[in-house]
């Protein structure tokens, strides 16, 4: 059993924050994680209508535990349908898609994602991630992608080390030229803050900060020069008591994403 | 001398000085006279996974499996190829289940990768100590999803398909395969991916239940069983069970296997341990805990675990004895039927394995 009383922890912090972005009635891909505890917790609260869709091929599964993995049974719990794994991503070229989660390793200042490797030398990295998984699938065919993970200088470095999935490439059109489909990842979330991308340049910007951290703290924690919009930064909205007890109680009771490492 | 002309870029990024290495994944001209000579008809195929392993994989083969994040995967049925110790194969998938296992133990050379680790387990150091080593040669890189096309493809009975994955990223610079070309219907520039047909020496899959002759039926997500089964010029089925044709006609319809593609059928009850099987068993979550978390942090400790669940264990049976039997068998069945609905919703608390703290308990 969790402390009920213990304040939110980071991970928990970033659950709500992504779960906010999930509207209503949509249709939402989630990966493996965070993503998973995001998207349950929208459901039960302001979003109980979306349908979630699963790398499994799991499609709007009946309300379960925190699946273990994401082909546990809970991401096809009583599926109407389970589809092929070519089937479920084609759902994303097709345009039946609202929204996206993924994770990384790297992210650089135009969304782009590495999960193949840190260091500079395929043959000898300095560590072998996993590789793609669906990762890239999802960044090449998504309108409105939101990349998660933690932030430090390493993690958004000036250059990502593999370009797993092209986010917007190099900036501008670059994209849309490459043949992607899709605008591209609208957002990246971070325990510290929530950035966008620049309309014309899509470089990375401020988007609103997590209460306490100011513009020059996020930019310390960035590998590249992060763009600071125009006038006062928003403030992130923090966590409430309502879903910090919901997180706690029926969505991870057992702490599967949401506990920190060392706990 | 290749028979193919391969992305250049990659072959050079991946440093392969003779790329006939890769021509057997594309060669459908050879998977068609394969599929062409292997048995028709409507015969008994059932043998031992030790016979099927025997007859059907031969050193240097590219094998591949079904199922997916250890949910289905044919675990039992690549611990015998491991038993046997077959050499220079090559290995693609998605999952590619336990590559690493094959080429800490000399058996895999090459890989293609889409995928490799254990979701929130972790990263699989094992993989990266032999990449480190010199002990594998990557020949392409994917994505699930650019895979699952290729194997698509292949049962679709075309050359290759046009896909938007994998454009413009370092997928495309590492997989001698994929070529960007424009779509010739569009007037303004439109690159696409083209990728081909993949054809598998080997598909492994594992099967909820089989008939005698090879009709295969599968619960729950097929991933890309179907399409590796169509492609693939072997294909060794084992399963749970072993049922009368007449119960897949009547009861089964759905998500099969037909026979033809089918060279050998193994009744494997427990053979997706130490995966899930829908219907069948949950995870024993502590096992991939211990094997992520300890075996992989060394080539010792490695050696140690592998050789104790793998290596120095006869059959599946002994490795369900060894996770405790048949409490463990109930435990695991009603584990996954409350995680599937279909029973009452149970805890799913469990005393995870840490590198502190080691129940002994598989469930």
Known sequence: MRDL?????????????????????????????????????????????ITIVYESGGQDPIEGDMPWSVGCPFTWRKSPTIMEMAYSFAQCYNGYVDIGFLGFAQVDRYGNVNTHMIGKDFHHPKVRLTGSGGNNDLSSLMGNMVLVGLQTPDKFPEKVDFVTSVGHLNGGNSRREAGLIGNGPSAVISPWGVYDFHPVSKRMQVKSLTPGVTFEIAQSLTGFELLKPEGEIPQTKLITDEALKIIRTQVDPRGVFTTMPSA | MAKFVYNQEAVDNLHLSDTSILDRLIDFESAREAHSKKEHAKKDKRMTIGEAVATFVQDGDIITDGGFSYVRTPHQAFHEVMR??????????????????????????????????????????LYDRALKHDKITVLSEWSHGGMAQGFKAAQLGTPGVASKQMLASDIVRYNPYLNVIQNPLKKDKDPVVFVPALYPDVSFIHCHAADKYGNAYIYGPAVNDLAVAAAARKVIITAEEIVPENDIRYNKQGQIIPFFYVDAVVEMPFGALPGSMPGCYYWPRQWWEKCMRWATLTDENAKAFLDEWIMNIKDQFEFVEKLGGAKWIAEARRQTKAAEGDNEDIDFSYEEFTLKHDSGLYY
């Open chain 1, 5 to 49: 009383n213990a304040p939110a922890n980071p991970l928990e912090t970033l659950a709500y924050i992504i779960a906010q972005q999930i509207h209503d009635h949509s249709v939402v891909y989630i990966g493996t994680g965070l993503p998973m505890v995001a998207g349950i917790l929208a459901k039960k609260t302001h979003a109980p209508n």
């Open chain 2, 84 to 125: 046997q110790g077959k050499k220079n194969l090559q290995m693609i998938g998605s999952p590619n289940t336990n590559q690493s296992f094959f080429i800490f133990y000399g058996l895999v050379d090459y890989s293609h990768n889409s995928y490799s680790g254990a979701e929130m387990r972790g990263i699989d150091r």
